[in-house]
């Protein structure tokens, strides 16, 4: 009672209205410049579970906008680091982390755990994938974005409303747009942006009047503009997301702040020549493996070791589960070490198809 105590003396809210914010499950999808205001005002609200998907490590540059993080947050998962921080921000609460790649193989899983889905994305190819997945599992999705000064804010899929694909029918042309990194993006713009979702989250579970629906909410940080434009409702567009069903049709693009993390299977591994593995576990992690060419350089160190990374080799990176392989083929590209794969298959599956020898 003390905690949400501001909430409850509300006479909209009420005690039956915290009960119903208790009582939501809500995944956020990215923990950067939207996920972490998004989370923090959630968390403090009392959403009682709360999902955050993010397979990112937090960077320096991160911390000019992204507030969840600190310096000690550096080089960690950002789902993990969100976690440790909102737990001491509520510890009563339910928090998920899940840092995973979003994909089509995973994305109906994940929205079957909840009721809210929020986009905090930075990318096309997930927004329309968070989109299709929203409607084939029937729900809401509370959308943000920003650009340089500029920030949109919309519901989709809220009560047979409109969607994304109502909006925007199909991706821009990869490069049409620069990525974040490229062009920049004012700091307090994502607090304000991700705030306004995290505002209509609670919209939704407290089942407010006037959510934001059927239009897309504008804001200019420069001129303190607000413009409100309307979203027509496209049946067309939302049929041919419902008669694809479970065959995605998102295309990889390059939209993003960063390249896309390239993932092999075992037998792909199998048609490739002049290979280097590279382990990124812990030296003291087990089972250690008896592998021909392979080094071992944990997670941690990655960024002091570069230059064991051959150009003329094709670096297979794995690890335990396939979770901090994806992270260190990312980091490695942003140091424009680009012929590396992550491994999708756990040690045990490498153990049991190359037949080799542990310790």
Known sequence: MNRYNRHIILSDIGKKGQDKISNAKVLVIGAGGLGCPILQYLVAAGVGTIGIIDFDVVEISNLQRQILFGTSSIGLNKALAAKKRLEDLNPTITINAHPDEFTPINALYFFECYDIIVDATDNFETRYLINDASILTNKPVVYGAIYKFEGQVSVFNYKNGPSYRCLFPKPPKEGSIANCSEIGVLGVLPGIIGTMQANE??????????????????????????????????????????????????????????????????????????????????????????LPNCIQIPLGELEQNLNQFNSNKNNIIFCQTGVRSRIAVERLQKHNINNCYSLKEDVSTIIEQLNITIK
């Open 201 to 290: 989250v609670l919209k939704i579970i407290l089942e407010f009047d006037q959510v934001l629906t059927g239009e897309l909410l504008c804001y200019n940080a420069k001129a303190a503009e607000i413009v409100n434009l309307k979203i027509t409702k496209s049946d067309s567009e939302i049929e041919k997301v419902i008669s694809r069903g479970y065959n995605f049709q998102i295309k990889n693009n390059t939209t993003n702040c960063g390249k896309r993390i390239i993932e092999l299977s075992m037998k792909d591994v199998f048609l490739k020549d002049n290979i280097q593995f590279i382990d990124v576990r812990e030296q003291h992690e087990k089972p250690k493996l008896q």
